[in-house]
Each structure stands twice: as structure tokens, then as C-alpha cells.
């Protein structure tokens, strides 16, 4: 069998069907015979479809991206303003970064080529990234007076080291509480007023965690001064 005897259909069920392997295990510890097993088909089919473990991980990943890109326009074209928009694709990633080991993310720093295509993709989505943000001021939902492209730099940095430092955080910080505390953050940094009504009564729903410690603390702290 041949990547030409499968199906449009049928090769996008195979793609999404590799994807959990690969993101539970990472790049490096993903082998053919690993990927043949899980799926119970033989590595001589597998090899028949992909040439190679690269021009796998390699498809795979293209997948993803595209199907991500696809989920994302619906969206935005789904939602009346730029604010829940984003909201929604940062829920979205959310529900990856909640299947990913860190092995993946280390491994993509020594997948040379991987890395490579991967920031050319991202590269193009911050440029898509900046048309939004044009638009949520025009939308009156995003601050006029940010920098926006240091504030998109400054998160990215943030999620790069937060990836690849999940085995340092302490036990009662989980990866996803990091995640949400630094997206909910960048998202409130640059709302108007308008945009953080929309923000805030969006964010519990989609499922971020929305801490609400310091005002419990703060109305504990009114009782007792009482």
C-alpha cells in the first residue's frame, strides 16, 4: 500500500490517528516500529506510505497546522468581535498543549528541519496575528497604545521556556494553570475596558482557569478587619 492507494479521507485519518503518538512520546522516542504497533499495522506498509520517519513527523505536523489554520478562520469568522476570538483560539491551544509531553517540545529544538518549517508557519500566523490586532482596535476591544509586536514576542518567549520547564514547576502548578494565567494575561494587557467585559465573562466558560484567590483573600481580609 502506497500514500497513492489511500483516500484524501482515508490519509487524514491515518495523520490524525499518528499525532497523539507522536505528541505523548516526542519526536525523538517516535519510531516507525512504535507507530506500527499502536495502530497494528506492519512497518513495511508504514514505510510504503512515508519513506522515512522525518517525511512522517513531517506530514503529521503539516496536518495539524493546516487543520489548526482551518479552525482558526472558522472562528474568526464565527465570532462577532476580534476579542472571543482570540479567546477561542487560545482555548483551542489549550486542548493540544493538554496532550503534549515535554519530550515533544525539547525535541523539536534538536529536529533541525522540523524546527525550521514549524517558524516559517509561525512566522506567517504573526503576521496574520498583526492584521487582528489592527482590527481589535478598530473593534474598539484592543488597546490602541501597544506595542504589539514586542507584546507578541514577549509571550512567545514566555510559552518557548514554559514548554520545556514543566518538569521544574513545583507540584501544585500544572502546566495548563501556567498557560492560562500567561494568555488571560497578554489578552488583558492589551483589552480596552470593552474588551475586558468580553474577556472576563468569556474565559471561566471556555474552561481557563480564572483564579480568583486574591479577592477571596481580600473579602477574608474585609471580614476579619470588621
Known amino acids: 500500500m502506497t500514500r497513492n492507494d489511500l483516500s484524501t ?36 506498509t508504514l514505510y510504503e506510505i512515508f519513506d522515512s520517519k522525518q517525511n512522517m513527523i513531517e506530514q503529521v505536523l503539516g496536518h495539524v497546522f493546516k487543520r489548526s489554520e482551518e479552525q482558526y478562520s472558522r472562528i474568526f469568522r464565527e465570532e462577532p468581535d476580534v476579542m472571543t476570538a482570540m479567546l477561542r483560539v487560545f482555548a483551542h491551544q ?14 523539536m529544538d534538536t529536529f533541525k528541519e522540523t524546527r525550521s518549517s514549524y517558524e516559517d508557519k509561525d512566522n506567517c500566523r504573526n503576521r496574520q496575528l498583526m492584521a487582528v490586532f489592527r482590527l481589535g482596535v478598530e473593534q474598539g476591544v484592543f488597546r ?6 514586542v507584546m507578541m514576542r514577549m509571550m512567545k518567549v514566555q510559552m518557548e521556556s514554559v514548554k520545556r520547564m514543566e518538569e521544574l514547576f513545583p507540584p501544585d502548578i500544572t502546566l495548563l ?14 483589552a480596552s475596558p470593552t474588551g ?6 468569556s474565559a471561566r466558560e471556555l474552561g481557563f482557569d480564572v483564579w480568583c484567590g486574591y479577592s477571596e483573600a481580600r473579602h477574608e481580609n474585609d471580614k476579619t478587619d470588621n
Open 196 to 201: 475586558m467585559k468580553l474577556l472576563d465573562a
Open 9 to 44: 479521507e482515508a490519509y487524514s485519518t491515518l495523520l490524525e490517528a499518528i499525532m497523539p503518538i507522536i505528541l505523548r512520546n516526542g519526536l525523538k522516542a517516535t519510531t516507525m516500529d512504535l507507530v506500527a504497533s499502536s495502530l497494528s499495522m506492519s512497518k513495511r
Open 144 to 149: 490602541p497604545d501597544v506595542n504589539y509586536p
Open 94 to 107: 489549550r486542548d493540544i498543549m493538554s496532550e503534549v509531553s515535554p519530550a515533544f517540545f525539547r525535541d
Open 177 to 190: 494553570q501556567i498557560y492560562d494565567s500567561i494568555s488571560l494575561g497578554f489578552l488583558r494587557s492589551i
